[in-house]
Protein backbone atom coordinates (compact mmCIF):
# COMPACT_ATOMS: atom_id res chain seq x y z
CA UNK A 1 0.00 0.00 0.00
CA UNK A 2 1.27 3.55 -0.93
CA UNK A 3 1.12 6.64 1.50
CA UNK A 4 2.58 9.93 1.03
CA UNK A 5 3.06 12.17 4.53
CA UNK A 6 4.68 15.36 5.07
CA UNK A 7 8.76 14.68 5.89
CA UNK A 8 9.59 16.23 9.26
CA UNK A 9 13.24 16.67 10.85
CA UNK A 10 12.92 13.14 12.45
CA UNK A 11 12.89 11.86 9.07
CA UNK A 12 16.06 13.15 8.01
CA UNK A 13 18.15 9.46 8.23
CA UNK A 14 15.83 7.92 5.57
CA UNK A 15 15.67 10.53 3.37
CA UNK A 16 19.08 10.88 3.49
CA UNK A 17 19.82 7.31 2.89
CA UNK A 18 16.69 6.96 0.10
CA UNK A 19 17.70 10.38 -1.66
CA UNK A 20 22.04 9.51 -1.47
CA UNK A 21 20.87 5.80 -3.68
CA UNK A 22 20.14 8.67 -6.64
CA UNK A 23 22.72 11.25 -5.57
CA UNK A 24 23.08 12.48 -9.41
CA UNK A 25 19.53 13.32 -10.16
CA UNK A 26 18.77 14.97 -6.91
CA UNK A 27 22.20 17.30 -6.22
CA UNK A 28 20.28 20.55 -5.62
CA UNK A 29 17.14 19.21 -2.89
CA UNK A 30 20.18 17.33 -1.09
CA UNK A 31 21.95 20.42 -0.74
CA UNK A 32 19.30 22.29 0.55
CA UNK A 33 18.22 19.27 3.01
CA UNK A 34 21.77 18.98 4.47
CA UNK A 35 21.87 23.21 4.50
CA UNK A 36 18.44 23.86 6.23
CA UNK A 37 16.72 20.69 6.97
CA UNK A 38 12.82 19.32 6.08
CA UNK A 39 10.58 21.91 7.00
CA UNK A 40 10.11 25.20 5.67
CA UNK A 41 10.28 28.10 8.52
CA UNK A 42 11.01 31.16 6.26
CA UNK A 43 14.77 30.99 5.25
CA UNK A 44 16.60 30.53 2.20
CA UNK A 45 16.94 27.15 1.36
CA UNK A 46 14.54 25.92 3.61
CA UNK A 47 11.20 23.82 2.09
CA UNK A 48 8.21 21.37 2.67
CA UNK A 49 9.44 17.45 1.72
CA UNK A 50 6.98 15.18 1.18
CA UNK A 51 7.49 11.69 1.09
CA UNK A 52 5.93 8.08 -0.71
CA UNK A 53 5.78 5.31 0.98
CA UNK A 54 5.16 1.40 0.10
CA UNK A 55 4.52 0.14 3.55
CA UNK A 56 7.77 1.40 5.85
CA UNK A 57 10.09 1.91 2.80
CA UNK A 58 10.56 5.52 1.76
CA UNK A 59 10.53 5.28 -2.37
CA UNK A 60 9.92 9.15 -2.97
CA UNK A 61 10.65 12.40 -2.17
CA UNK A 62 9.53 16.20 -3.54
CA UNK A 63 10.18 19.22 -1.95
CA UNK A 64 8.27 23.07 -2.15
CA UNK A 65 11.37 25.37 -1.57
CA UNK A 66 12.01 29.11 -0.41
CA UNK A 67 11.91 30.14 -4.12
CA UNK A 68 8.68 28.60 -5.61
CA UNK A 69 10.66 25.80 -6.93
CA UNK A 70 9.56 22.11 -7.16
CA UNK A 71 11.68 19.17 -6.93
CA UNK A 72 11.01 15.61 -7.13
CA UNK A 73 12.89 12.53 -6.94
CA UNK A 74 11.25 9.22 -7.21
CA UNK A 75 12.60 5.62 -7.14
CA UNK A 76 11.00 5.00 -10.79
CA UNK A 77 8.60 6.72 -12.88
CA UNK A 78 5.35 5.26 -11.07
CA UNK A 79 2.38 7.45 -12.55
CA UNK A 80 -0.10 6.36 -9.43
CA UNK A 81 2.78 7.23 -7.03
CA UNK A 82 4.05 10.69 -8.60
CA UNK A 83 0.61 12.06 -8.91
CA UNK A 84 -0.20 11.07 -4.99
CA UNK A 85 2.92 12.89 -4.63
CA UNK A 86 2.01 15.61 -6.31
CA UNK A 87 -1.52 16.26 -4.99
CA UNK A 88 0.09 16.59 -1.44
CA UNK A 89 2.69 19.14 -2.51
CA UNK A 90 0.51 21.22 -4.41
CA UNK A 91 -2.31 21.21 -1.50
CA UNK A 92 1.11 22.72 0.36
CA UNK A 93 1.14 24.98 -1.59
CA UNK A 94 -2.29 26.02 -1.41
CA UNK A 95 -2.40 25.67 2.24
CA UNK A 96 1.31 27.88 2.63
CA UNK A 97 0.75 30.64 0.34
CA UNK A 98 4.08 30.00 -1.68
CA UNK A 99 3.78 29.65 -5.37
CA UNK A 100 5.36 27.05 -7.53
CA UNK A 101 7.33 28.71 -9.93
CA UNK A 102 9.30 25.98 -11.51
CA UNK A 103 10.23 22.02 -11.31
CA UNK A 104 13.52 20.09 -11.59
CA UNK A 105 13.95 16.72 -11.64
CA UNK A 106 15.01 13.75 -13.64
CA UNK A 107 13.22 14.47 -16.63
CA UNK A 108 10.78 11.35 -16.90
CA UNK A 109 9.71 11.58 -13.92
CA UNK A 110 8.85 15.72 -14.61
CA UNK A 111 7.34 14.56 -17.78
CA UNK A 112 4.75 12.61 -15.68
CA UNK A 113 3.98 15.45 -12.87
CA UNK A 114 3.58 18.32 -15.64
CA UNK A 115 1.20 15.99 -17.19
CA UNK A 116 -1.01 14.68 -14.55
CA UNK A 117 -1.25 17.89 -12.80
CA UNK A 118 -2.76 21.35 -13.29
CA UNK A 119 0.61 22.74 -14.55
CA UNK A 120 0.49 21.06 -18.00
CA UNK A 121 -1.93 24.16 -18.48
CA UNK A 122 0.60 27.15 -17.31
CA UNK A 123 3.16 28.75 -19.48
CA UNK A 124 6.74 28.07 -19.43
CA UNK A 125 8.84 30.84 -19.96
CA UNK A 126 11.71 28.09 -19.89
CA UNK A 127 11.70 24.31 -20.52
CA UNK A 128 14.68 22.82 -20.74
CA UNK A 129 15.75 19.13 -20.93
CA UNK A 130 19.64 19.24 -19.66
CA UNK A 131 22.13 16.66 -20.00
CA UNK A 132 23.45 15.40 -16.71
CA UNK A 133 27.19 15.04 -16.57
CA UNK A 134 29.27 13.50 -13.68
CA UNK A 135 32.84 13.14 -12.84
CA UNK A 136 35.57 11.05 -10.69
CA UNK A 137 37.39 14.39 -9.52
CA UNK A 138 40.64 12.16 -9.55
CA UNK A 139 40.14 12.17 -13.42
CA UNK A 140 39.35 15.64 -13.36
CA UNK A 141 41.72 17.46 -16.67
CA UNK A 142 43.48 20.82 -16.10
CA UNK A 143 43.30 23.27 -19.04
CA UNK A 144 46.59 24.96 -19.37
CA UNK A 145 46.27 28.32 -18.82
CA UNK A 146 45.52 27.37 -15.08
CA UNK A 147 49.21 26.78 -14.83
CA UNK A 148 49.74 30.27 -16.14
CA UNK A 149 50.64 32.48 -13.47
CA UNK A 150 48.34 35.65 -15.24
CA UNK A 151 44.83 33.86 -14.46
CA UNK A 152 44.09 33.54 -10.37
CA UNK A 153 40.39 33.14 -8.79
CA UNK A 154 39.71 34.74 -5.81
CA UNK A 155 36.74 35.40 -3.26
CA UNK A 156 34.64 38.50 -4.20
CA UNK A 157 34.71 41.23 -2.22
CA UNK A 158 32.84 44.49 -1.58
CA UNK A 159 34.15 46.51 -4.40
CA UNK A 160 33.03 43.30 -6.95
CA UNK A 161 29.52 43.79 -5.91
CA UNK A 162 27.96 46.39 -8.51
CA UNK A 163 29.73 44.06 -11.02
CA UNK A 164 28.21 40.93 -9.76
CA UNK A 165 25.05 42.38 -9.96
CA UNK A 166 25.65 43.10 -13.31
CA UNK A 167 26.86 39.68 -14.41
CA UNK A 168 24.04 37.82 -12.07
CA UNK A 169 21.01 39.86 -14.10
CA UNK A 170 22.51 39.38 -17.52
CA UNK A 171 23.07 35.49 -16.74
CA UNK A 172 19.68 35.43 -15.57
CA UNK A 173 18.14 37.04 -18.66
CA UNK A 174 19.90 35.61 -21.20
CA UNK A 175 19.50 32.02 -19.98
CA UNK A 176 15.88 32.71 -20.07
CA UNK A 177 15.61 31.92 -16.04
CA UNK A 178 13.66 35.68 -15.60
CA UNK A 179 12.49 38.47 -17.28
CA UNK A 180 13.54 42.34 -17.47
CA UNK A 181 11.61 42.99 -14.09
CA UNK A 182 12.00 44.74 -10.82
CA UNK A 183 11.50 41.42 -8.96
CA UNK A 184 14.37 39.94 -10.72
CA UNK A 185 16.39 42.94 -9.93
CA UNK A 186 15.48 42.65 -6.04
CA UNK A 187 16.23 38.61 -6.24
CA UNK A 188 19.34 39.10 -8.10
CA UNK A 189 20.15 41.77 -5.00
CA UNK A 190 19.37 39.06 -2.40
CA UNK A 191 21.99 36.41 -4.34
CA UNK A 192 24.65 38.24 -4.77
CA UNK A 193 24.90 38.71 -1.12
CA UNK A 194 24.76 35.33 -0.31
CA UNK A 195 27.14 34.48 -3.21
CA UNK A 196 29.53 36.88 -1.71
CA UNK A 197 29.26 35.42 2.02
CA UNK A 198 28.74 31.57 1.43
CA UNK A 199 32.88 31.17 0.50
CA UNK A 200 31.55 28.95 -2.65
CA UNK A 201 31.59 31.48 -5.67
CA UNK A 202 34.55 33.43 -6.95
CA UNK A 203 36.04 35.76 -9.80
CA UNK A 204 38.23 34.24 -12.06
CA UNK A 205 40.89 36.63 -13.05
CA UNK A 206 43.73 37.70 -15.75
CA UNK A 207 45.96 40.21 -14.90
CA UNK A 208 43.95 41.01 -11.52
CA UNK A 209 41.03 41.85 -14.04
CA UNK A 210 37.66 40.06 -13.30
CA UNK A 211 36.95 38.41 -16.33
CA UNK A 212 34.37 34.99 -15.85
CA UNK A 213 31.68 34.15 -12.71
CA UNK A 214 31.95 30.26 -11.34
CA UNK A 215 30.32 29.01 -8.08
CA UNK A 216 29.06 25.99 -6.84
CA UNK A 217 25.21 25.72 -6.42
CA UNK A 218 25.32 22.59 -4.77
CA UNK A 219 27.55 21.25 -2.11
CA UNK A 220 27.11 17.60 -0.29
CA UNK A 221 29.27 15.40 1.68
CA UNK A 222 31.72 13.83 -0.85
CA UNK A 223 30.03 15.80 -4.33
CA UNK A 224 29.72 19.23 -5.35
CA UNK A 225 27.67 20.57 -8.17
CA UNK A 226 29.17 23.42 -10.35
CA UNK A 227 26.66 26.72 -11.97
CA UNK A 228 25.75 30.17 -12.55
CA UNK A 229 28.98 30.35 -14.92
CA UNK A 230 29.07 33.46 -16.16
CA UNK A 231 31.48 35.05 -18.94
CA UNK A 232 30.76 38.23 -20.33
CA UNK A 233 29.77 38.38 -24.07
CA UNK A 234 33.70 40.33 -24.94
CA UNK A 235 35.23 37.51 -23.08
CA UNK A 236 33.77 34.44 -24.66
CA UNK A 237 36.16 31.91 -26.68
CA UNK A 238 38.98 32.40 -24.55
CA UNK A 239 38.57 29.47 -22.37
CA UNK A 240 37.79 31.41 -19.54
CA UNK A 241 35.27 29.79 -18.22
CA UNK A 242 36.07 26.03 -18.40
CA UNK A 243 39.82 27.05 -16.63
CA UNK A 244 37.14 28.75 -13.97
CA UNK A 245 35.38 25.58 -13.20
CA UNK A 246 38.54 23.54 -13.16
CA UNK A 247 39.96 25.70 -10.70
CA UNK A 248 37.18 25.56 -8.13
CA UNK A 249 37.04 21.64 -8.95
CA UNK A 250 40.82 21.33 -8.38
CA UNK A 251 39.75 23.17 -5.04
CA UNK A 252 36.92 21.51 -3.75
CA UNK A 253 39.04 18.16 -4.58
CA UNK A 254 42.24 19.14 -2.65
CA UNK A 255 41.09 21.44 -0.10
CA UNK A 256 37.27 20.18 0.26
CA UNK A 257 38.38 16.63 0.55
CA UNK A 258 35.35 16.16 -2.40
CA UNK A 259 35.89 13.20 -4.87
CA UNK A 260 32.73 13.52 -7.39
CA UNK A 261 31.02 16.25 -9.41
CA UNK A 262 27.58 16.45 -11.19
CA UNK A 263 25.99 19.17 -13.34
CA UNK A 264 23.49 19.75 -16.24
CA UNK A 265 23.80 22.19 -19.21
CA UNK A 266 21.58 22.09 -22.22
CA UNK A 267 24.17 23.68 -23.69
CA UNK A 268 26.46 21.90 -27.03
CA UNK A 269 29.01 24.21 -26.24
CA UNK A 270 29.54 24.23 -23.12
CA UNK A 271 28.46 20.76 -23.03
CA UNK A 272 32.27 19.66 -24.91
CA UNK A 273 34.03 22.11 -22.71
CA UNK A 274 32.78 20.03 -19.41
CA UNK A 275 33.50 16.82 -21.68
CA UNK A 276 37.19 18.39 -21.94
CA UNK A 277 38.01 18.62 -17.88
CA UNK A 278 36.61 14.58 -17.44
CA UNK A 279 32.49 15.07 -17.49
CA UNK A 280 30.87 12.11 -19.09
CA UNK A 281 26.95 12.07 -20.22
CA UNK A 282 24.78 9.81 -18.35
CA UNK A 283 21.29 11.08 -18.55
CA UNK A 284 19.00 14.01 -18.47
CA UNK A 285 17.50 16.67 -16.13
CA UNK A 286 14.41 19.08 -16.67
CA UNK A 287 14.71 22.31 -15.50
CA UNK A 288 10.66 24.13 -16.35
CA UNK A 289 10.34 27.79 -15.16
CA UNK A 290 6.58 28.24 -15.17
CA UNK A 291 5.99 32.01 -17.20
CA UNK A 292 3.92 33.45 -14.12
CA UNK A 293 3.92 31.57 -10.19
CA UNK A 294 1.11 29.25 -10.13
CA UNK A 295 -0.57 29.00 -6.65
CA UNK A 296 -3.29 26.28 -6.48
CA UNK A 297 -7.28 27.66 -5.38
CA UNK A 298 -8.88 24.95 -4.04
CA UNK A 299 -7.85 22.00 -2.51
CA UNK A 300 -6.97 19.19 -4.99
Known amino acids: MISVRQLLDTDIQITDEFLEKHSESCLFMRSNIADAGLVYRGLRHQGDHYGAFRGEELIGVMGHYWNGNLMIQMKDTDTDIIKESAREIINNALF ?30 NQRKEHLLGMDLNELIMPEICFDPDYSIRLPAEADRELMNYWRYEFEIETGLAKNTPETKERVAEDVQHFMTNGRYWLFEYHKNPVSFVGFNAIISDTVQPGGVWTPPQQ ?8 ATAMILQLARDEWGKTKSVLFTNNPAAEKAYISLGYRFFGHYALIMLDKPYLPKKEL
Open 96 to 125: SNRPIRGVFGPDDQVQVLLKNTDLKKFAKK
Open 236 to 243: RNKGYARA
